[in-house]
Antibody
Framework: EGQLVESGGAVVQPGGSLRLSCAAS????????MHWVRHAPGKGLEWVSV????????NFADSVKGRFTISRDNSKSSLYLQMTNLRPEDTAIYFC???????????????WGQGTLVTVSS | ETVMTQSPATLSVSPGERATLSCRAS??????VAWYQQRHGQAPRLLIY???ARATGIPARFSGSGSGTEFTLTISSLQSEDFAVYYC??????????FGQGTKVEVK
């Protein structure tokens, strides 16, 4: 299933920006769609964004649309989440997760990183 | 958006006992549901996919069932490491992929 390691979490003021990274290893990164999922304090899991294996298609939850962008560098086996205009309600642990099939989007998430904490507070 | 509703929010069970967790979808999702376990401070772990298939390395005490709108995760005999939060997720109607709000399984 490989390994996923997130980084980049920090404390940031409302309105600020942050870029999260997810380093993948142990599998063919360029064959899998990748997701970002977040877990806010006291709440359940919330899907945030997806990018296809070739970066050609992206999609976002309504709660982050227009503020977050997702990208990937297959040459570096890395996934990114650029977050702008951050709000207190974006405070959460952010996980990257692998789609459960090669070259597809229709499945579950079969491998997750340990997460990185983003805190939006003044 | 397909809303996933889990019940109960908290389940108190003694070690060795059976735990039954429920998940209801707001519309039919066939068997396109997965279950995840999240221990405190850890990443979610895939347990069940396609409503009833166990993921690699998942013990046989975990089983899933259901189709359409009603789904169940059963843990036949709770071990100490099973006390955690469990989430169901639908992957039938996306985006967005949606999760239930979670069921916490705690020691009775």
């Amino acid at each position: 299933e490989g390994q996923l390691v997130e980084s980049g979490g920090a404390v940031v003021q409302p309105g600020g920006s942050l870029r999260l990274s997810c380093a993948a290893s142990g599998f063919r990164f360029d064959a899998y769609a990748m997701h970002w999922v977040r877990h806010a304090p006291g709440k359940g899991l919330e899907w945030v964004s997806v990018i296809t294996w070739d970066g050609g298609i992206t999609n976002f939850a309504d709660s982050v649309k227009g503020r977050f962008t997702i990208s990937r560098d297959n040459s570096k086996s890395s996934l990114y989440l650029q977050m702008t205009n951050l709000r207190p309600e974006d405070t959460a642990i952010y996980f990257c997760a692998r789609a459960g099939e090669m070259y597809g989007l229709t499945k579950w998430f079969d491998s997750w990183g340990q997460g990185t904490l983003v805190t939006v507070s003044s | 958006e397909t809303v996933m509703t889990q019940s109960p929010a908290t389940l108190s069970v003694s070690p060795g006992e059976r735990a039954t967790l429920s998940c209801r979808a707001s519309q039919s999702i066939a068997t396109n549901v997965a279950w995840y376990q999240q221990r405190h401070g850890q990443a979610p772990r895939l347990l069940i996919y396609g409503a009833s298939a166990r993921a690699t390395g998942i013990p046989a005490r975990f089983s899933g069932s259901g189709s359409g709108t009603e789904f169940t995760l059963t843990i036949s005999s709770l071990q100490s490491e099973d006390f955690a939060v469990y989430y169901c997720q639908q992957f039938n109607n996306w985006p967005p992929w949606t999760f239930g709000q979670g069921t916490k399984v705690e020691v009775k």
